[in-house]
């Protein structure tokens, strides 16, 4: 048994693993309306290179300004709550508005993961493979890996990567998932927990 894993068993003995049960529940239990959809969109534009945390907040105070604010207007308020890119992500969203009313059936429109990913990854302004995996985690998909530098520094810590690749394109993204996965499987979490475990075990806290 590998030292990750002996970890991660340790802590679904713990009262952590309330919390984070609790937290899988938000993520089922997520209303799929369009606009619910683009306001957690939005969120996952600003965590790209941004403290999560910190994005939480931003995100309880903008609210439906996601949708509703000029551009102008969005890249102002980011600013104005200390927001790092607050004219490139403002764009960014307002760009995307062009999908808020097709969201739900974009969702619906696909039947394989990665393809539904791609279709994120590749159209959606400001996000990634990562990101793209983070909003679908969030609003209620078990089978994505969020996968990050921490995420990588870990694996590496732990002996399933030998080093940190110098990019995170579709090919290697997909490779590190599926280590996740295999991992995921032998201590009968989904990748959706199990990120909650990981991320859990490199910063002490169980964010969104």
Known sequence: MSTLIFKINKLKKENISGVINNRVKEFINFKRTNNNLFLELSFCVLTANYNAAKAIEIQKKIGLGFISLSLNQLSSKLKELGYRYPNLRAEYIVYNRQFLYKLKAILEAFRDKNDLRDFFAENIKGLSYKE????????????????????????????????????????????IERILEGIAKEV?????????????????????
């Open 132 to 175: 793209s995996s983070h909003f679908l985690r969030n609003i209620g998909y078990a089978k994505y890996a969020i996968i990050d530098f921490h995420i990588i520094d870990l694996l590496i810590k732990e002996g399933y990567l030998k080093e940190k690749p110098k990019t995170l394109d579709r090919l290697t993204y997909l490779e």
């Open 188 to 208: 009968n979490l989904s990748l959706s927990e199990l990120d909650l475990y990981l991320w859990y075990l490199e910063t002490g806290t169980v964010l969104k």
